[in-house]
């Protein structure tokens, strides 16, 4: 599992088995991802699946992400996970706040590193 925070301007098309979660923190950016575009603003989330191929641009603003990478055995199944807060569903707004909520406590306790940080964590992914 990896968790940062990091700015893009450009990563061009690729894949990766991990799963990845990205949640802009500031700024926008520019997702393309199983043939569609996506705009991603401040506050936005989307879940690439493993093996989607996908790039991200950055638009005429900087940018901030949290971004979070691990392997989908930990999903234990091979479930397809749908998840873009760009498409401005309504219904998902629990869910997505769930998701941010569980993201912050993952890297609150990674930066604090007190004993059992490694299992809090594993348990919050599990909990997304």
Not at 8 to 32: P, R, T
Not at 102 to 123: C, D, F, H, P
């Amino acid at each position: 599992m990896k968790l940062f925070v990091n700015s893009v301007k450009y990563v061009d098309f690729h894949w990766h088995k991990e799963v990845e979660i990205v949640y802009v923190l500031q700024g926008s950016i520019i997702m393309y991802l199983d043939q569609k575009q996506y705009t991603l603003h401040e506050d936005d989330v989307i879940v690439v699946n493993s093996m989607s191929v996908h790039k991200i641009e950055r638009t005429n603003q900087d940018n901030v992400l949290l971004t979070l990478q691990f392997g989908p055995e930990l999903l234990n199944t091979n479930a397809f996970i749908f998840c873009n807060s760009a498409l401005n569903n309504d219904g998902d707004k629990l869910r997505l706040t769930s998701i941010k909520q569980n993201l912050a406590q993952m890297v609150w306790e990674i930066n604090k590193k007190t004993k059992g940080y490694r299992s809090y964590t594993i348990g919050r992914l599990q909990t997304l």
